[in-house]
């Protein structure tokens, strides 16, 4: 009896759930999720004087470092420890003739061969959540910033929503460090290397949702899921281990975004001239 009632109870609120599904839409189109261009608009806060550089600390295969040069005139120091992602921005840098306003610098967060106040922007987009040392890592970003000068950070956190065995995997398959992944870590480091906190916004999965309206991102990833796994012996036979677990690993990541198992946090943190109290 109880069960049946379970059942109308169920299939009323479906019916109901539809008009939420009509409201989400309007009011979706109304507040259109946030776009990874607020980063460049946080550090266009920031008066950057031209005659410092901008270090984009773990600049990947440099996508942003080239959004970055498009929009602010500073020279660019773009910093990795992968030779390959450096050797893909070198050849896009040659390709727009901009090879001039870039070095390319191989090395990482921890162990910078930089000098100390040399620039007026750092910009750090996803890198965090690889970085075990993360005290050691912001504060050699602290240390070659110049007094008042800004660090804009795009870090990603696990939430309650993901399970022990899913995070799990994605450290293993992602080399994520843990501690790179806890909001309370990342921003106790934050505050204890001396930088202050000017701005945050939770972004959650809001660029993914931007992304899926732009490429079905998280769509083509979700089917990507579900490949792997249908032709899973096969896969790891013909192209090995390594690249089935980063192919799932980068899948599962766009689609965690969306179920609200990791969320993103965008930072815009300062160097004060007149340092406060370490906390
Ligand atoms: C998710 S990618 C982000 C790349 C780029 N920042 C972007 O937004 O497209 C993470 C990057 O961090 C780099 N990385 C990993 N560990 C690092 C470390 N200890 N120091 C500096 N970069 C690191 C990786 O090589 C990779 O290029």
Redesign the pocket.
Known sequence: MNKNKNVKHVYENTLESESLHRWLDAESSRRTPRTPEILLEMLGTQELDPKFKIL??????G??TLKLLQRFPNRITA????EA?LSVLSHKLKEFSWNSKVDLVQA???QMPLTDGEFSAVW????L???QEIEQ?LAQCFRVLKPGGCMVV?ATYSTDLIEPRELAELNQRFAFAPEGLSKERTESAFLGTGFRIEQQQEIGGEFAEHYESISQRSSVALTQVARLLRFEPEALRRFGKAAFDSALAMAHWHVYQMLGKISYHAYLLIKDETPSEIT
């Open positions: 984009d600390a773990g600049c990947g295969d996508t942003h910093l990795d420890p992968v992602n990482s967060l921890e750090c987009r996803g890198v959540v690889h970085i890592a795009l």
